[in-house]
């Protein structure tokens, strides 16, 4: 299956972290579009420092992006990635499925996380070239672990046919290939309100696992730069950059 233009693939059957691989890469002057696919992962990582399961079967891929403009762009690039995979796994949905994203960027079939976003920054080791993030991307297709902090579910578990990584990395490069198009031409605006229309919890009450503390309250909106409003239960507001949502 071929990739969009522009996207260069390296396979691995086998690597510590997709991420990790992109940053080396990069630091030996490799260039934006790189995407590196791997078989398995003996390192995988998530977010805030968690373990990413990462047996053969499902889909680990790390593309390296080049940022222009102001640090928020990083945090919007999350949404963008989120809503090109979940564009993309529509693709190969049964018709009964709905897909949908938790903030920032989770994708979930039903109540259940399917696939997850890690975006770390990248650059030369001498600090020259252009700023880069890697768009790190795991997708539960065949498995999924148990004991999550919040429940996981996989592709094939939810009805989805059989599909590749492979085909599968195809699938969401053009969906970011896509909506990296329409960030870049018609801003973040479109892409936040895309955004919203697929969220899950949206006025809700939830709650909030922060590093250090946990909050409870109504889930107002995502804000310009893509952080959470949250309506405290005590009263006040907040404005949260990075954390986990639960919900009910
Ligand atoms: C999350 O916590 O939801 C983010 C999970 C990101 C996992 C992917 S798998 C490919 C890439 N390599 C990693 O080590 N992590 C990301």
């Not at 790190?136 to 902090?149: C, K, L, M, Q």
């Not at 870049?184 to 922060?210: C, H, M, N, P, Q």
Request: net charge neutral; proline share 5%; aromatic share 6%.
């Amino acid at each position: 299956m071929r990739l969009p233009d522009g996207f260069v693939l390296r396979e691995l059957d086998r690597v510590d972290s997709t991420n990790d691989e992109v940053r080396r890469m990069a630091e030996a002057g490799a260039e934006p579009g790189l995407v590196v696919l791997a078989g398995e992962q003996t390192g995988g990582r998530g977010r805030h420092g968690r373990a990413w399961a990462s047996p053969p079967g499902n889909l680990y891929a790390s593309v390296l992006l080049r940022i222009d403009g102001p640090l928020a762009a990083s945090a919007q690039l999350s949404f963008v990635a989120g809503l090109a995979l979940a564009d993309a796994l529509e693709r190969h949905a049964p018709g009964d499925v709905q897909l949908r994203l938790k903030w920032p960027n989770d994708v979930l079939i039903g109540q259940a996380k399917v696939a997850g976003i890690l975006l770390e920054s990248a650059g030369q080791a001498n600090g020259s070239g252009p700023r880069c993030v890697i768009v790190g991307t795991g997708v539960n297709i065949a498995s999924y672990p148990e004991g999550t902090p919040y429940p996981a579910t996989s592709l094939a578990a939810g009805g989805f046919a059989a599909i590749t990584p492979r085909a599968l990395l195809a699938s969401y490069l053009g969906a970011l290939d896509r909506w990296l198009a329409q960030w870049r031409d018609a801003g973040f605006a479109e892409v936040r309100a895309a955004w919203r229309a697929r969220s899950t919890g949206l006025g809700e009450k939830i709650r909030l696992r922060l590093d250090r503390e946990e909050l409870y309250g109504r889930f107002v909106d995502v804000t310009p730069s893509g952080a959470l409003l949250l309506d405290l239960d005590g009263g006040g507001r907040r404005e949260i950059a990075a954390g986990d949502v639960f919900y009910g």
